[in-house]
């Protein structure tokens, strides 16, 4: 079998260092437990944040054994050393690659979105595709499978072979190193030159949170990797590479790319993300609404919703308020439901939405549909009032405060506030002047300050609940934009009360639905 690749025990300075590198590999294993636990963060959320922390645990895995294996190398057999190893990497860079395609199929889908048009068959079918590749459960599916068929050749390769199990770290034959190492680096620069490509086809567009910038500098950091690693390999068995751990150091380093690149940004920029920060809530739901009215501030919003991934909450929105406001070219109700609400749908909002908001929303439209009912005569423009109202807090908790400290919004909000509140001050100014004087009323403006924190979630379909609002601000009027693509007029229906369950099996009214009134009216 050739001769053996004898590893001495490090002692002294060698094995201090070694024992830091060990260290510091279980140290970056914390970072990963904080990518994870803060995984639902708008800068983290966007990046396949369970295959990623996947990757980042087999890194560390292979990492933390190198360590370990170096300062005992005769705690185990050269078999199961081949199989840690080889099967470790393998995983990890597996692991890294389905995660860059997840993003990349999803970067995708939020392009086919923003471009969606009923009438295309063909965009509706193409969305609909990349929604059923993307569901857990295929993912799931897909990711077992091809993690068994990437790790088979290494597997393969140690065992098909003369049993080395009677061999351990301190004299492993060299010909075991010499069958795994070079399909373990051609494995290796297959996935460096797939996702250097991957992150290339990324969009320039949809994308605020530097996703595409993360997965270019990390293939850069795989690439110089290679570079570094290959020469190291060849004189792996000259005495100044055994003395010197030189190998065991390059690979601590570059099993850390994942950390460094694709964690530690994010969960700094999550921290300072926090709802606590002092650009939140700067906005209130009226003024929100206003400005999506106008078209300057529609499209903006919706610029930037391409890029948090979330542009069915802005074409959901603008569908709901056109219902409500009962234009001419609105959507049915059952429209809105296929496009919106249903598994199928091709803008799907159920991510946004509490669940029991869309469980009662889908129970009113399996029993219409179950009994046949097209209540289309009983347009109700309230019906949807619910949804809007979640969609809206939706906006206004998680969206706007982003909007109102990116580069697109900075501008356009601020001044957009300024005005909407002078112009607020100015009709009170006038209702006050249109009011008769009297002796004891005193003509002076508020010196209440305008609050900004206007709305809270409640039960009930949820509705909501706007507070510290003006009189004056709830009866701003809103001019209603409407669409130019329609489909034909349908309706759908459902009933529900606060404490009961819907019955799905029982066909109800529109009007019955509890509603609220729309929110440019006066609440009290």
């Known amino acids: 079998m050739g001769g053996s690749d004898v590893l001495e025990v ?63 190398p005769d705690m185990i057999s050269c078999t199961n050393l081949a199989l840690l190893f080889g099967i470790s990497l393998q995983t990890t860079l597996m692991s890294y690659l389905l995660a860059e395609i997840m993003v990349v199929l999803t970067f ?24 059923w590749l993307l569901r857990r459960k295929h993912v799931t599916y897909a990711w077992l499978c091809i993690q068994l068929l990437w790790n088979l050749p290494t597997c393969a390769l140690v065992l098909s072979g003369p049993d080395y199990s009677g061999f351990n770290g301190t004299n492993c034959p060299n010909e075991l190193r010499l069958r795994v190492v070079p399909v373990n680096m051609v494995q290796y620069c297959c996935i460096a030159s797939g996702t250097l490509l991957l992150s290339r086809a990324m969009s320039k567009v949809v994308d605020n949170f530097g996703v595409r910038t993360s997965f270019q500098n990390s293939s850069r950091a795989m690439c110089v990797f290679v570079i570094c690693y290959l020469p190291v390999s060849l004189l792996y068995e000259t005495a100044f590479v055994q003395a010197t751990h030189l190998e065991l150091f390059i690979v601590v380093v570059g099993a850390q790319v994942i950390v460094v690149f694709h964690m530690l940004g994010p969960i700094r920029q999550a921290f300072r993300d926090r709802p606590s920060s002092g650009f939140a809530f700067k906005g209130t739901l009226g003024i929100l609404e206003a400005f999506l009215h106008t078209d300057d501030g529609y499209q903006a919003f919706s610029e930037f919703a391409k890029g948090e991934y979330e542009v069915e909450v802005l074409v959901a929105w603008q569908a709901l308020t056109e219902y409500r406001g009962e ?103 006038l209702q006050k002047q249109a009011e008769p004087a009297t002796p004891v009323t005193k003509f002076s403006m508020p010196n209440r300050k305008f609050r900004l924190e206007t709305i809270q979630s409640l039960g009930n379909l949820g509705s909501a609940v706007f507070t510290e609002m003006s009189v004056a601000e709830r009866q701003q009027p809103v001019t209603l934009v409407h669409r130019s693509s329609t489909v034909p007029l349908t309706a759908a229906l459902q009933s529900a009360d606060a404490g009961s369950s819907p019955n799905p099996t029982t066909p109800v009214t529109v009007s019955s639905l509890p509603t609220r009134r729309p929110s440019n009216e006066s609440l009290r």
């Open 327 to 429: 234009a001419k070219e609105a959507l049915s109700a059952t429209d809105i439901f296929d496009t919106h609400l249903g598994l199928d749908a091709p803008l799907p909002v159920r991510r946004f939405i509490p669940p029991l908001l869309l469980h009662r929303y889908e129970a009113a439209f399996a029993g219409n549909a179950k009994y046949g009912v097209r209540p289309d005569s009983a347009h109700d423009p309230d019906f949807f009032n619910p949804l809007l109202d979640a969609l809206l807090s939706h906006m206004v908790h998680q969206t706007l405060p982003r909007f109102q400290a990116h580069e697109i919004g900075a501008q356009i909000w601020k001044s957009y506030v300024a005005q909407y509140q002078t112009r607020l001050a100015l009709d009170m100014v």
């Open 10 to 72: 490090p002692r002294g300075t060698m094995r201090l260092l070694i024992a830091l590198a060990l260290l510091f590999s279980s140290a970056m294993v914390v970072p990963l437990l904080v990518y994870y636990c803060n995984r639902q963060s708008p800068s983290i959320r966007y990046r396949n944040p369970n295959f990623i922390s996947i990757a980042a645990a087999w890194a560390a895995i292979y990492s933390i054994a190198r360590c370990a294996v170096s300062l005992n």
């Open 108 to 131: 995708n889908l939020t392009e086919r979105m923003t471009k969606y048009n009923a009438q295309r068959t063909s965009q509706r079918a193409a969305i609909a595709r990349l929604q």
